[in-house]
């Protein structure tokens, strides 16, 4: 295992700055980032991964087994809310299952990032159009999350009619934007969308950072909220990620033989989203409890992969 690159992982500036976040509240300091702020910025963030998903699917010549591994992305982005959902049901609210289900059905760019640097320390290159599919794995996810808070959501008392909350799900503000904009991204040519590469590509990490600090404040005003419900968060947060990427690193030699790609396959299972379901979820399910979903994705489930997760699914993607 490369500790180098571990402790390069560890070190991520966007890690540092949720810990920072955490930290400010525990210090009791008057550090807080505007509201009108906080919301531009979540919405930026879903710009400019669909925006720059589009571009990287636009580069490649669309064959079968491309689309084979979109449809099985996609499959993977839908399944694994499906169930979480149900055994998360079991211990929380409908809000904070949902929430939790659609981060851990969608993926991490971060993660995503990781992987590709730990292929790389193996002399293994990506294929461009797994940036797309990673993309395309962001809605999904959160449509399945919101049609199941709609579904479970007892507090309503009128019966629901299932083809509003599809439509609902599908023109939610942030699902949309995010769709719009690998279309977008898909459409424009390179000539197009260099005059905007700097505001999509070199202000993407600040930003993150700054949304990272601000969930981390706002996770550390909730961050009781973590401990108070005990072990269960915990378990999920550490196990599940070790099930779904193992499951679908051995799943992902039904449809492509390529290394990189079912290893890619079996991180983008693995990995909870922090950036665009916690987005969405801040605007769409302001109930959920960032406290919970986003210490579980950033403070367990991101180590686990990057230290035990990424060379079992290595292991497996080789041997099975």
Known sequence: MNFNLLLENLTNPALLYFIL?????YLKSDLEIP???????????????????????????????????MLFGISIAIIIPLYTFFVLKRKLNVFDA??????????????????????????????????????????????????????FNKEKSSKFNKSEILRHSFTNGSVLLILG????????????????????????????????????ITSG?????????????????FLIPLVNGSLFAWLSGFITDDVSNRFIFSILAASAS?????????ITVPKANPGLFLPMALAVTFPVNITIGMPLYFFIVQNC
């Open 21 to 25: 976040g955490i930290v400010a509240v």
């Open 35 to 69: 509201q009108n702020s906080s919301k531009f910025i979540s919405l930026y963030l879903l710009f400019a991964i669909g925006f720059k998903g589009g571009q990287e699917l636009s580069h490649e010549t669309i064959t079968s087994e491309i689309l084979w591994c």
């Open 98 to 151: 949902g929430a939790i289900a659609a981060a851990y059905g969608s993926i991490s760019a971060v993660t995503f990032v990781t992987a590709v640097s730990y292929l790389e320390s193996q002399q293994i290159s990506i294929h461009g159009y797994m940036v797309a599919i990673m993309a395309l794995m962001e809605s999904p996810a959160i449509i399945v999350g919101l049609v199941l808070i709609t579904l």
């Open 181 to 216: 904009s690998l279309i977008i991204g898909f459409l424009a040519s390179d000539k197009q969308a260099e005059g905007i590469q700097p505001f999509t590509n070199d202000l993407f990490k600040g930003f993150l950072a700054i949304f990272l600090l601000d969930m981390g």
């Open 221 to 237: 005003k909730k961050l009781k909220s973590f401990f108070d419900h005990g072990w269960f968060p915990f378990a999920f947060a």
């Open 274 to 282: 922090y950036i665009a379901v916690p987005a969405a979820m801040k």
